[in-house]
């Protein structure tokens, strides 16, 4: 599994966020730029870091596992 430590440091943003939309605000990104990130992130890892079901993106498990690992980067 070959990630980006940077990747998971803007995982934690979204995490910590709540929102694509105010993690990229935060990071000086645009949304589709960091939305693109997180489908990378997501390929190497290979498991689904947000469950997508309703309005709202919600980290799963692995999700926050990898979100915690960004933030002790």
Same mark, same amino acid.
């Given at each position: ?6 990747? $998971?440091?803007?995982? +934690? ?6 929102? #694509?939309? =105010?993690? *990229?605000?935060?990071?000086? $990104?645009?949304?589709? +730029? ?6 990378? #992130?997501? =390929?190497? *890892? ?10 709202r993106s919600r980290p799963t498990p692995a999700g926050?596992e990898l979100a915690a ?5």
């Amino acid at each position: 599994m070959n990630m980006d430590p940077r990747h $998971l440091c803007y995982l +934690a943003t979204v995490v910590e966020c709540g929102t #694509l939309h =105010a993690a *990229a605000s935060a990071l000086g $990104l645009t949304q589709p +730029a960091l939305t693109r990130t997180m489908q990378i #992130l997501e =390929a190497r *890892a290979g498991v689904a870091l947000f469950d997508r079901s309703g309005r709202r993106s919600r980290p799963t498990p692995a999700g926050l596992e990898l979100a915690a690992l960004g933030r002790s980067i």
